[in-house]
């Protein structure tokens, strides 16, 4: 157990609706990473956030948004879904995201399926 | 462009036995961290190793170790004693200087190795 919290677990929708998909990091870490696994691209970082404040972008498509709150759990809104937002969204987490020995953790996952 | 490369699709050893999965990289940086992580069936990624570009010695985390030669930029992942929990997929990643935010964020996969262990 890596102490990064995800849920949900699954999640079952409908082209053109909208999702939120929620993390707790570890306790005492500050940045929160989602990360997107599909077959087609592997995985892919999409947002980090450190101690509230977005501090990179990646492969996030405009339809997605995330934030963190100042209780530092993280949220990442999915909307205008489509058949190829299908994955596996993991939220990781790190204490300090400035350092290269910074090792992310990562939580279970919640697996989208978008029908 | 920055990028890892796990040439080995698919990978079989015999349990008890000693395996090793390849994995190079490309960077124009001098400072950057190679990372190791465990996919089981069951999805969860799992850390398992860490090495720093400056590290002079190679990683080792138990049954784990890392074969890092900066030159040929490679960071090969050793199992020794295999065991059959150890089927899963392992994926090698990169972290590097985000030159922008001047921290160190994203982290770069590889596509990943199934290793099945055989009894």
């Known amino acids: 157990d890596s102490g990064v919290t995800q849920t949900p677990k699954h999640l079952i929708t409908a082209t053109g609706q909208r999702v939120t998909l929620r993390c707790s990091p570890r306790s005492g870490d500050l940045s929160v990473y989602w990360y997107q696994q599909s077959l087609d691209q592997g995985l892919q970082f999409l947002i980090q956030y450190y101690n509230g404040e977005e501090r990179a972008k990646g492969n996030i498509l405009e339809r997605f948004s995330a934030q963190q709150f100042p209780d530092l759990h993280s949220e990442l809104n999915l909307s205008s879904l489509e058949l190829g937002d299908s994955a596996l969204y993991f939220c990781?987490?790190?204490?300090?995201?400035?350092?290269?020995?910074?090792?992310?953790?990562f939580g279970p996952g919640t697996r989208l399926t978008v029908l | 462009a920055q990028k890892i490369t796990q040439t080995q699709p698919g990978m079989f050893v015999q349990e008890k036995e000693a395996v090793t999965l390849d994995c190079t990289y490309d960077t124009s940086d001098q400072s950057y961290g190679l990372f190791w992580y465990k996919q089981p069936s069951s999805g969860e990624m799992i850390f398992l190793i860490y090495?720093?570009?400056?590290?002079?010695q190679n990683a080792t985390e138990g049954r784990y170790s890392l074969n890092f030669q900066k030159a040929r930029k490679s960071a090969n992942l050793v199992i020794s004693a295999s065991q059959l929990g150890d089927s899963a997929m392992y994926f090698c990643a990169m972290r590097e200087p985000q030159k922008i935010s001047g921290g160190y964020n994203k982290l770069i996969f590889g596509a990943g190795t199934r290793l099945a262990v055989h009894p």
């Open positions: 090495q720093g570009s400056y590290d002079e």
């Open positions: 990781a987490s790190s204490v300090e995201g400035l350092r290269g020995t910074d090792t992310q953790y």
